[in-house]
């Protein structure tokens, strides 16, 4: 798989459960995103340095690392050859759970088969191990909400990120058709995975919630992602939208 389909994959799946994304037309289809934030876990195979070595073979350089230690989080930017999409790749520390979620996640992640580990890192057809019942996902969302979301939906894409200069519009003229078409947006720079940094303009916008069968038969909604707007307050920046992205006291030095 080359890069340009990695990510038209990565795309496909992600309007696949965000049905309301894909159906927005307030900016032209063939508008590429920002970036792409993924989540992941450090578990086996679906570990950011099991991954790693595959996405670098697709043309990404890792060029900063990001640690956050009140979420749990270590976040690696990842950088396309040419002017495309960046990667945000997070990786839940599940030593950052206490022990009955944490013992609790694991067990469901155990229970992937070997042949549902891709060549291609984050791309499933479903999760990767099965649905995990009502009571666990309550559990797991009150001690993480990342550990939740990654028990009923797997690591993949959460949500896509576009830079309203890229779009050629303003930031507020896109939110008024983003709630006129249904979806509220959240200018709180601690919505989403991570915070995002001062130097942007940011608002994130949950996808509708969306009506999942758990492992005993139940169903329940949820919410499953969402889709961010982020526009530079610093006209004069040669720097990708994406390398501003992350609060700067986050960054960690890389080996």
Not at 19 to 48: Q, S
Not at 145 to 162: D, K, Q
Not at 200 to 206: A, G, I, N, S, V
């Amino acid at each position: 798989m080359q890069r340009e389909e990695f990510v038209k994959q990565l795309w496909l799946d992600y309007i696949h459960h965000h049905p309301d994304i894909g159906g927005l037309r307030l900016w032209p289809l063939e508008a590429p995103a920002a970036y792409l934030a993924l989540v992941t876990l450090n578990y086996g195979p679906f570990a950011m340095q099991a991954m790693l070595p595959t996405l670098t073979h697709l043309g990404y350089r890792c060029q900063h690392r990001h640690a956050m230690a009140d979420r749990g989080l270590l976040v690696s930017l990842l950088a396309p050859p040419d002017e495309g999409t960046w990667l945000v790749l997070a990786e839940l520390q599940l030593a950052s759970l206490s022990r009955r979620p944490r013992d609790r996640l694991e067990a469901l992640v155990s229970q992937t088969p070997q042949v549902a580990s891709p060549r291609q890192p984050l791309v499933y057809d479903l999760r990767p191990w099965p649905m995990p019942t009502w009571d666990t996902y309550l559990s797991l969302h009150q001690a993480h909400p990342l550990a939740s979301w990654l028990a009923v939906m797997g690591p993949r894409m959460h949500h896509a990120g576009f830079d309203c200069d890229q779009l050629g519009m303003d930031l507020l003229d896109i939110d008024t058709g983003m709630r006129t078409s249904g979806l509220n947006g959240y200018s709180d720079r601690h919505h989403g995975i991570f915070p995002v940094s001062p130097l942007l303009d940011y608002c994130f916008y949950p996808t509708l919630s969306q009506r999942l069968a758990f492992a005993e038969g139940d169903e329940h909604r949820i919410a499953l992602g969402g889709v961010a707007l982020v526009q530079k307050q610093v006209s004069a920046n040669q720097e990708r939208t994406a390398e501003l992205l992350l609060p700067h006291h986050t960054r960690c030095e890389m080996s």
